[in-house]
């Protein structure tokens, strides 16, 4: 028989893509013990927005809520997601915090390591795989998946080719956006087979409608893995329900590995979880909603949403559709770069100014200065060299790796959180997140911390 494992993605992924990230601890310790024996190939627990959702606004040790979970999930694996030099933040970390960051986190409880690079460039995930293997850790490397005339099957499967020759354990084709279709998904998983001997999992969203066709396509290609979120927090900008899925795809001879009977519990509690923040407004019922339009302009639902409430907060709803429209040119100008974070972000900035303004790259970012100048890594197609040479001159662009630029970080980071850092944990946090860490730290070590930040906070509010 056939088999196919699942990930449960409820206390990550699934909760980020439809409460925020904003399900605190508590909800998740009663039922562990349960998602522990349910048969899950691993449990996604940890990742950039839970770490920064944990210091904002659930005023809890990100650090804390891995070491609870592991003592909770004593046999099922614990897994996270890493964006490659960027770490859990937006920029690239010296390899010093990188590889500390992940022996921590791996010393913490973490088993397996989801790496990804939003541009797919190899070399900002070596020093991270690296770090995984010696710290013991099992290294998955994710390809962003994207569509265009440069993301061939040729490409993609070169890619994992790259990304087992350095050192990859498995591999996960990842598609934030929801766009893999159950057609591409198929020949992608058949052609990653072909070529390579690790497992392949893959990861994808139900935003548009396709997911559950898509993960049934490449289980029959010989998926290993697939993603899925317990019913409660399932569908819409989520992923496809963990028990719809495993009903089908056993009634198709596919072993699962999964207790149905723990899987129901699992859903019994969680369904007044998401009742509660349905009811509070934090769930928000769009989210829910199916949107085929991404499969037009490849454009993940999250950024549809962002750039909607970005135009609607300035009164110009009515430049959406322009707006949608230079997305696409946007990318292109810039070498195809998938939209995951932080492409997503900044493609969608320099759409608006550019639509804004009047004129194209009148208006333009730092963040997209350093994209250019290739800060962030190597594209995966040429950029348009006119828009090049708008946006930096004739300044040449590096071609080393990123990091390699950077000097050790960590004596710096030590030093700047000295008064309220306890262990190396503290100083990761730190440097992480460095308001919100120093803020989360300041608070616990000085409990007269919080009183002149707030009063500063006031006044320049209500000016
Ligand atoms: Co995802």
């Not at 440097?431 to 120093?438: D, R």
């Amino acid at each position: 028989m056939p088999k196919i494992r699942f990930v449960e993605t409820v206390l990550r992924d699934g909760q980020q893509s439809l409460i925020a990230t904003r399900m605190p601890i508590s909800d998740m310790l009663p039922i562990l013990d349960v998602m522990d024996q349910a048969g899950y190939h691993a449990l996604e627990m940890w990742g950039g927005a839970t770490f920064d959702s944990c210091l904002r606004f659930l005023d809890e040790d990100p650090w804390e809520r891995l070491r609870q979970i592991r003592a909770q999930v004593k046999n099922t694996k614990l897994q996270m997601l890493l964006r490659g030099q960027n770490l859990l933040g937006y920029k690239n970390y010296a390899d010093d915090v990188v590889t500390e960051f992940v022996k921590k986190s791996v010393e913490n409880g973490i088993d397996i390591i989801r790496i990804f690079d939003a541009l797919n460039d190899v070399r900002n995930l070596q020093t991270a795989i690296t770090a995984t293997k010696e710290a013991g850790g099992h290294c998955q490397t994710a390809i962003s998946y994207t569509t265009s005339d440069f993301h061939t099957m040729d490409y993609f499967v070169n890619l994992a080719s790259q990304m087992a020759e350095a050192g990859a354990d498995s591999i996960c084709i990842k598609d934030m956006a929801g766009v893999l279709t159950p057609e591409a998904g198929f020949e992608l998983v058949t052609r990653l087979k072909d070529r390579l001997i690790l497992p392949i999992d893959v990861h994808t969203h139900a935003t548009s409608g396709i997911a559950e066709m898509t993960y049934l396509k490449v289980a029959e290609a010989g998926a290993d893995i697939i993603d899925t979120a317990i019913s409660s927090f399932a569908g819409g900008s989520s992923q496809p329900a963990t028990e719809s899925m495993a009903i089908a795809l056993e009634s198709l001879g596919f072993e699962t590995g999964l207790k149905m009977d723990k899987v129901a519990k699992i859903a019994e509690h969680f369904n007044p979880v998401r009742d509660r923040f349905r009811k509070s407004g934090i769930l928000n019922p769009k989210v829910k909603d199916i949107e085929p339009k991404t499969l037009l302009y490849k454009v993940p639902g999250g950024m549809l949403s962002n750039l909607l409430n970005q135009l609607t907060e300035s009164n110009l709803q009515d430049r959406y559709d322009d707006v949608l429209k230079e997305v696409p040119k946007v990318r292109a100008d810039l070498g195809y770069p998938p939209l995951v974070t932080p492409m997503s972000q900044m493609v969608g900035t320099q759409a608006l100014m550019n639509v804004l303004s009047g004129e194209r790259y009148k208006m333009v970012p730092n963040e997209i200065k350093d994209y250019v100048k290739g800060l962030y890594g190597r594209p995966s197609a040429p950029l348009n060299p006119e828009v090049v040479k708008k946006i930096i001159g004739d300044e040449k662009p590096i071609t080393v790796r990123p990091a390699d630029l950077l000097a050790p970080q960590l004596p710096v980071f030590t030093e700047e959180i000295k008064p309220y850092a306890k262990s190396m944990e503290d100083i990761l946090l730190y440097a992480l997140f460095p308001k919100q860490g120093k803020d989360f730290l300041g608070r616990r070590e000085d409990k007269f911390y919080d009183v002149p930040v707030q009063k500063i906070n006031v006044t320049f509010a209500t000016e």
